[in-house]
């Protein structure tokens, strides 16, 4: 397929190069360019705008920071909307909020083109190993169009309905669940190890009885290390997930505590200077506290 | 082996029976006598105390609701201490906190007895299929002594050091992260509700992803069936574990702040009277505050 | 003085009128046009928009629900902002966010006009009786200027610097702390109501000895006569002085776990339906959570 | 009047101090017996066990650091219980469970003795100045019967009922709400420093209008100066009345989630080593949290 690929960061660049793996045409677009001209070697056009991209694509799919990165290249100078042929397809990846969703969603609709969301779980490794799951929603009819894109990129796609902001919810509220699972480690940790236990061997007993899922294996491990540096996801991100998360609950008045306490967990960890590391770091925070 | 098995609730029968399959000898003993009675078929002797059943035999294991029980079986009137023969050893099952643990180790050393912990997760169907795993600490010898009877009643048993209370503690940490996972899937499940997506599906994708382990399945399937009777786990045994957890956490000078979030959930649950609901109904308190 | 008053809701109008009473030549504005109607008889002008009722006048005054009822009335159309005259002041005295007191502070100060933030510290009975308390931020000799304005409609005034947004963050904690007395309240009495005692007498020596406070006492009183109905400051507006709150606490990487409770608590409020009520109707949620 | 009295820390000291010079005759006891002997030059006589400060007496105040003490004291070796004349009053003035409180009504009318619960509200200073607010539960007669020695220490006097233990949930009522103060402040603080504002004007300004309590005076100060040495009241006390009052709340089935964040702030402190510092040093982990 012809596809437009829209911000090349540590996701973006890993699935898009397994895109072209698979046999794909790319032109790829980043803000700053040198990333993009990596690129080249690969045999994908390099555009100088988000614009340029996406002319006269199949697909144009974005994976990029967060809603004001995504809106800028979407609505700013140069922008994709106005040149995404009709009847292409915009397929965003990245984790946004679920007012941007629906906003984007009218936006491709008043074109003629149309909008998927299919926002991904997975950290940089399994990006690299075309092992991420794909949580896809918007028309049935694209989201089948793209599948053999989400089949080069991961290994596993479901799809979430037809209302597009719906992928990029539930994404919002899988990511709360990974927050729940650092802290309810971080916590049960420092206990342990306060207590004079080992905290490896109480991580072994729950990856290996009822907690044996992937979540469990990977933040136990990173928490257990204490490697929160280079940083998989940083932290910062985290926040700005938990916000998103935050505003729809709030959009829907929900009280989510337990969202809460991770949003203050993550405040804290910034307060204390921890931005540069990945979001399992507001583990330390328990240590700290109980004087580890 | 001569075994005597103190304790006949849910939990502890389906135990009892499985070691009785195993080929072992039993003499079985339960405050209210008829649990006892139907033990009679399968070839066991029936007790009048505790020490009566613990007279003579290799092992003692007692499976009880919490402290106060195993307190008096141990201590009261017609007790297990005074009988169980010197070098046999007790096979403490049961949910306890930590000081009661520490209390036996030493209780049982000075009259030349073991004591083991070996404290088990798994819900009432677990212990039916001999499926549940059990976190043993405690002398290592006499450990393996039992090994046989935690085959017989477990998929698999941990070591968790020669410290007998620390397996209390790691039990009590684990119910802490189950009860994580419980809050997390009640806070993520009324906001995908209430936001009009679907749960069941939502689930589906979490369990067939980032969070494919047994706890996920099981809860989130009571959640969204709201069905919380019969109770697998009673609520009151769920704020009774809590509750020994933020002991030992105090014990430690251990803050916990998701642990207390859950401490007020399963107040909130009794408030409200919920009683003789599974534990797993600390999610309707969510669901109601969102106003579904 | 020659003074715009623009938003005439429960606390403006009575604040107007004040001015009125001291001798101030007012025009007023309102969006829904009756309740500014009601001040011709009090011999003012009414204005058809903003920028009519800003027009010539020496001091223009805001006191309006949100920050998009401002940011509609200084930049929409028909605006203040492009009527008021050089030299002229902007005080603004609602509750506004840190952030568009900043913008209003560059937007004035590019027109050669001045702005000054004074949010108020009190209930609509308070605005009535020329109680409030007023915490007026920005330059020294402008606030000096509005001080007889100040002294007409409030019992003190505090001078809380010369950055202006400084008293709308101030005003923001101070609610915040309001509503740390109204969930503390409601525990305690919820509390006390369960174990069978009297909770008007706890309230009595409370505000009798150490917390003899005018908030303990208005807002003891209203949870314990349960009278949420007509609200002297609706949920809604609570939870959006909250959310301001938190923003500006997460501008300043804050970690401020006692607002967020107080945030879950208005949320789960309003999903259970309690709009309408009072702010200090959260206080039903402990009442309700312990089967009162 | 001849009053025994008993446990002479920083409160009762000075209590007792004002009882002498009130002209009443007093028998002290106190564990570490040279806080006591300071009390010969005073007039008083020096018991060696609390049964003898208490033959013989018309009233015996109890005013010791927790339920172990006092329990020591009433029911140990050379006890109050057994000495304590039929008709004659046990006040026991010291924060204690309501638990402990109900088996001390039981343990006296057994013996046909009195008991009064009359917990204090005041730090160190206004024991010292007999400014202390007391609540009195227990029979009426009786509380009338000691209101001259109420008098003598105290500024005021509520009475709280006929049941005793009732007066001892009030005041870890109140505890509960001067700790609710504390951390209000220290958040808020911290968000109005990290900020760049001043936190002593808003200080000023709080007690000056909505907040002026002395409590707001006193732990504002406290927390802007940070002056946590000495402590007026030592952070393992406030921990220790956080457990009671939750401890009362789980016998009633009441939630009081700001009641459990305090908790958790109390054992953060604790962990990091704040064990002898002022219960409001709490506010230091806002402030660590923010990066202050």
Avoid at 140 to 153: S, V
């Amino acid at each position: 397929m012809n596809i437009a690929f829209i911000g090349l960061g540590n996701m973006g660049s890993a699935m898009a190069r397994n895109l072209v793996k698979a046999g794909h045409t790319l032109t790829v677009y980043n803000r700053s360019r040198a990333r993009a001209d990596e690129f080249k070697a690969l045999g994908a056009r390099v555009a100088s705008t988000p614009g340029e991209a996406a002319d006269g694509v199949e697909v144009a799919i974005t994976m990029l920071a967060d809603d004001h990165a995504l809106e800028s290249v979407v609505f700013g100078k140069g922008n994709l909307l106005d040149s995404l042929p009709p009847n292409a397809i915009h397929v965003s990846m990245s984790t946004i909020s679920v007012a941007l969703s629906r906003r984007l969603t009218a936006a491709h609709a008043e074109r003629k083109q149309h909008y998927v969301s299919a926002p991904v779980f997975g950290r940089p490794e399994a990006a690299v190993a075309a092992k991420l799951f794909i949580v896809a929603a918007g028309p049935a009819a694209q989201i089948e169009h793209c599948r053999p894109l989400f089949d080069a990129m991961g290994q596993k796609t479901f799809v979430a309905g037809d209302d597009a902001s719906g992928a990029n919810l539930m994404k919002l509220a899988g990511n709360f669940l990974i927050t729940a699972v650092i802290e309810g480690l971080a916590e049960s940790f420092a206990l342990v190890r306060k207590a004079g236990l080992d905290a490896n061997l109480f991580h072994e007993i729950l990856t290996n009885s009822l907690f044996n899922a992937p979540i469990y294996k990977t933040y136990g491990a990173l928490i257990n290390s204490q490697k929160f540096e280079p940083a998989g996801f940083k932290l910062p991100l985290g926040l700005k997930d938990n916000r998103l998360l935050l505003a729809a609950a709030e959009e829907n008045a929900v009280a989510m505590p337990m969202a809460s306490l991770i949003r203050d967990r993550f405040l804290a960890a910034l307060g204390q200077g921890m931005g540069e590391l990945d979001w399992s770091a507001i583990s330390k925070l328990s240590a700290k506290d109980a004087g580890l």
